[in-house]
């Protein structure tokens, strides 16, 4: 118990050196407390109709106004964070688990098995993913599927090319060198020495993905094969929102900011990260 | 002396990566020849150098011995052992270790120093508990000039000079009887230079080591090794004593590698001897003495002459038609 | 004796403003060049002998910042010369050679191009003077068959040639001072000699200055007739190379020797090693910088930075200490 609290302190500490790491944390905290609590904090259902006048302007009764069936915009937003950060997280963490150990590969293994990867991807980097969207959703469907299975087909070269290219470079370091001298095997040397040596564009390039995936999501769910109506994504709501920009403006930008601050947190955070996850930030440098 | 590694015949050759034209209208392939037809002894106990410039296939030969470059031919005896099944070469890693020339790139920058030192260990199964292995860390590290306290800390928190004693300790954990030192001091500081060398020639008396020193630096050379392999184009072109080689050499790029070397102005200078030009390319190596094209005293006979390894005193070794061979 | 400065450089500082402070690579650094002398400057990575050379040129790039100092040229103040004067000046009466001559030359254009660009920054127009001189300035480089090798690119060339290309560019102009910042420590070690010979003789040819920077003492001492050692920033001893290798005064220098390993004849010799490494230049240096690692410090070593004083005709040193006649 006392180690895993010595283990927090330390993190903590880490976190604090960094100030986009600790206001990238503070946002993301505050997102996740939304997506645990967010039925106690909604004070509406998020398909009860008629909770006030429709269109009503943001007031007290109605923190960010009411929508064409009488929604109320806040409670609606409050439950979309559930829906938009399981898109994104699940998303990421498929593209990473198939993306990462095949660039890997690609990367360290520098002949045909490599260049059978890379080509694969370059092929599916050709396919327009929207494509891909509407073709899944023909076969399956529409809903949550359609956008995981579609996005993660689309990130996915993203996160291969990008890991080839820096495996390329890491793997010319002398220390790799090294650890083969001093006897290492080959799948040591990946997950000690390699992998460690990529976190940095890896995790800048996630947090990066994420908040594309949110951005997808919401274009997705606008062509109708997304998430459906009426459940509550950022993404069907700025849909929903936008055939009204003219008389009620805040149906759009509420959702906007919502997913803006998303972004924004994640990218603060993941380049923070970046920073405290190199032994060379931490201490004072030496070069120069 | 007990021999401890003999090489007979290496040849080492790197395919040249062409375009995709040059694949389609060139039937034969091309080849780097990194090394071509070299053999050695090295003796137990002794510091050996091979000397060349850039491109001489010297570090080549030091990356096969430990076998992070593969032979195209030859073969490697290691005390009196054939190395050449498959696999061997694999297993001479736990004797054989080598020190990198760039020690800014030679540690894994997320590895403790701690960790860089322990990997080995575990991996040879050297230390049978946590606080033997914790032991021979603080040894090593005392060894090489470094405090125990140290262990904890980055790479990046440790100047050049430091770093290279950190290489050297993680050469020296498996506890090796050949050391393979591919420049150790060309990136560092004159000053720190001397402080590593030492530490070398004072790591070797103390743990009876080997070493096949590397280096382009005869002044470095000199203060090190007992005997010198000179290299030019991925061939052996002088060998001798040390003190020898240096005081009277005998093949025309030995006198002409130990004439650059800036000599201090006050002492008189034994050789004067320029090459012209640039070195070739090890895709197309001259033919003949491959120093030819370079070389102020090439005849017409060098041009197309075979030129071999004799011996030329006792000794001593050259490779060139012009030195007088003894009988 | 006037008549014979090219250049004068007074209490010149420079530093690097850095995220993690201010390192002061050059510290008050005073010297002269003289007329169509060979200068060496010697000193360790990070002394600040390229930042000296950098902030003559007014070269020097952000974060660095020249602090103050002077530098006369033609009784000028460089540091006080507008840009566009001073790009001048560098084209035609001072230039440089730098280390790595890949980078240092533009891959996309031929190396006659960017010879002949520099005549035509100097205003001249007329083509086959151009490539006449173009020509000129490569065949004196040695560069063998210059008409047909100035058509060629960079990469092209091979190490050695690139860095004649290099000089040729640099000496295009005859300029009356040249900078030479370690030009052979990218080559190969029998093209370094070749490529030393021939500056030299392009010096005593065109009658230049040359400051020869390099961090090998011999490497100066074969080629220079008077030598600055730099250590953290400062000169701490400045002599005629025959005197500096004879009587050398500073415990630094006397290091330096003694961990030089140059080839004897007689037998190895062995190195004295100087204990710890150069300072780190984000402190504020107040003592002699080389107390730390100096044998002989005494208490007043940590308490004052000493000043550079003559010991004999223009041998100066800065040491509280020092090794009267060398102790070598």
């Given at each position: 118990m006392n180690k895993i609290g010595r283990k927090i302190k330390k993190g903590w500490r880490a976190i604090t050196r960094s100030k986009k790491a600790t206001i990238g944390f503070f946002m993301i905290l505050i997102l996740i407390l939304i997506v645990i609590f967010a039925p106690w904090i909604?004070?509406?259902?998020?398909?009860?109709?008629?909770?006030?006048?429709?269109?009503?302007?943001?007031?007290?009764?109605?923190l960010m106004g009411t929508d064409h069936y009488g929604r109320d915009v806040f409670s609606r937003i409050i439950m979309g964070t559930r829906v938009s950060m399981r898109i994104g997280v699940v998303v990421t963490l498929l593209a990473v688990l198939i993306g990462v150990p095949l660039g890997l590969l690609a990367g360290y293994r520098n002949d045909l098995s490599g260049s059978f990867i890379m080509r694969t991807v370059d092929v599916m980097l050709c396919f327009p993913w929207v494509m891909a969207a509407l073709c899944v959703a023909a076969l399956i469907g529409g809903g949550e599927k359609v956008i995981i299975i579609s996005l993660v087909f689309a990130y996915v070269p993203t996160f291969v090319r990008l890991m080839q290219g820096v495996v390329l470079s890491v793997r010319e370091q002398e220390f790799v060198g090294a650890a083969l001298v001093t006897g290492e095997k080959q799948i040591s040397i990946i997950g000690r020495y390699i992998l460690p040596n990529c976190m940095a564009p890896l995790i800048v390039e996630a947090t990066l993905v994420m908040s594309f995936v949110i951005l997808d999501e919401a274009a997705i769910s606008y062509l109708g094969v997304?998430?459906?109506?009426?459940?509550?994504?950022w993404g069907v709501m700025l849909n929903e929102g936008s055939q009204y920009m003219w008389n009620a403006p805040y149906l759009s930008i509420f959702p906007g900011i919502a997913i803006a601050l998303t972004v924004l947190g994640i990218n603060l955070f993941g380049d923070g990260l970046r920073d405290i996850l190199?032994?060379?930030?931490?201490g004072g440098l030496r070069e120069l | 002396m007990e021999e401890l590694l003999r090489v007979e015949h290496l040849k080492v050759q790197f395919p040249v990566s062409e375009s995709f034209s040059g694949k389609l209208f060139s039937l034969r392939k091309k080849y780097v020849?990194?090394?071509?037809d070299v053999s050695f002894t090295i003796h137990r106990g002794e510091v050996v150098a091979l000397v060349g410039e850039s491109g001489c296939g010297k570090s080549t030969i030091g990356k096969f011995l430990v076998s992070l470059v593969e032979q195209t031919s030859g073969a490697v005896y290691y005390r009196g052992e054939?190395?050449?099944?498959?696999g061997k070469m694999q297993s001479l890693r736990r004797n054989v270790q080598y020190i990198f020339q760039d020690p800014f790139s030679s540690l894994?920058?997320?590895?403790?120093v701690h960790t860089i030192l322990s990997r080995p260990m575990q991996i040879f199964h050297l230390s049978k508990t946590d606080k033997e292995r914790e032991e021979k860390i603080q040894k090593l590290l005392r060894e090489v000039?470094?405090?125990?306290?140290?262990?904890?800390?980055?790479?990046?928190?440790?100047?050049g000079g430091q770093k290279q004693r950190i290489s050297i300790a993680r050469a020296l954990s498996v506890e090796p009887e050949l050391i393979i030192a591919d420049?150790?001091?060309?990136?560092?500081?004159i000053s720190i230079q001397a402080q590593i060398l030492k530490l070398l020639i004072q790591l070797k008396e103390t743990l009876g080591l080997t070493m096949l020193f590397i280096s382009h630096d005869l002044g470095v050379v000199e203060y090190i090794s007992d005997r010198i392999l000179v290299m030019y184009l991925g061939t052996i072109v002088e060998t001798g004593p040390t003190g020898e080689v240096i005081k009277n050499p005998l093949h025309p790029y030995t006198k002409a590698l130990l004439s650059a070397v800036p000599h201090n102005p006050l002492q008189e200078k034994n050789v004067e001897f320029r090459l012209t030009g640039d070195i070739p390319s090890t895709v197309n190596i001259p033919g003949g003495c491959r120093l030819h094209p370079r070389c102020?005293?090439?005849?017409?006979a060098c041009k197309t002459c075979d030129v071999k390894l004799e011996d030329v005193a006792p000794g001593r070794q050259a490779a060139c038609i012009m030195v007088p061979k003894i009988r | 004796m006037e008549q014979n400065i090219c250049l004068r450089v007074n209490n010149l500082q420079t530093s690097f403003y850095t995220d993690r402070g201010v390192i002061h690579s050059v510290r008050g650094v005073s010297f002269d060049v003289r007329k169509g002398e060979m200068l060496g400057i010697v000193g360790e990575s990070g002394c600040g002998k390229s930042v000296t050379a950098f902030s003559i040129l007014n070269q020097?790039?952000?974060?660095?910042?020249?602090?103050s100092g002077e530098v006369i040229f033609h009784g000028k103040d460089l540091l006080k010369l507008s840009e566009s004067e001073m790009r001048k000046l560098r084209g035609s009466s001072m230039s440089m050679i730098f280390q790595e001559p890949l980078t240092a030359?533009?891959?996309?254009?031929?190396i006659g191009w960017q010879i002949a660009e520099a005549y035509r920054i100097q205003g001249e127009k007329d083509k086959a003077v151009i490539r006449e001189r173009t020509i000129d300035i490569l065949r004196r480089v040695k560069l063998p068959e210059p008409e047909l090798r100035?058509?060629?690119?960079?990469?092209?060339?091979s190490g050695g040639m690139r860095q004649r290309a290099l000089i040729a560019l640099a000496l295009a102009c005859k300029p009356e001072l040249v900078f030479a910042d370690?030009?052979?420590?990218?080559?190969?070690v029998t093209v370094q000699a070749e490529i030393l010979d021939l500056i030299e003789s392009l010096q005593a040819e065109m009658n230049m200055s040359v400051v020869l920077i390099s961090h090998n003492l011999n490497l100066i001492g074969e080629r220079c007739g008077r030598v600055l050692v730099f250590y953290a920033g400062k000169i701490i001893e400045e002599a005629e190379t025959a005197e500096l290798f004879k009587h050398p005064a500073h415990p630094y220098t006397v290091g330096l020797f003694g961990s030089l390993l140059s080839i004897h004849q007689d037998g190895k010799a062995d190195p004295k090693t100087m204990p710890g490494e150069v300072p780190n230049m984000l402190d504020d240096i107040?003592?002699?910088?080389?107390a730390p690692r100096c044998?002989?410090?005494?208490t007043r070593c940590f308490e004052r930075e000493p000043e550079l004083v003559p010991?004999?005709?223009g041998h100066y040193y800065s040491c509280h200490r020092p090794l009267k006649g060398g102790a070598k």
């Open positions: 909604a004070p509406y259902e998020v398909d009860e109709m008629n909770t006030g006048p429709v269109f009503s302007k943001p007031a007290q009764q109605h997304g998430v459906q109506p009426p459940t509550p994504s190199d032994p060379r930030y931490m | 020849k990194a090394v071509d054939d190395m050449r099944q498959k894994n920058p997320r590895m403790t000039g470094l405090t125990p306290e140290n262990a904890l800390r980055f790479p990046h928190e440790f100047s420049e150790p001091t060309a990136a560092l500081d102020p005293l090439a005849t017409e | 020097v790039k952000h974060p660095g910042k020249i602090d030359l533009n891959p996309s254009f031929s100035m058509k060629e690119y960079p990469y092209q060339f370690e030009p052979t420590t990218a080559l190969d107040r003592s002699c910088s080389f044998p002989y410090a005494e010991v004999g005709p």
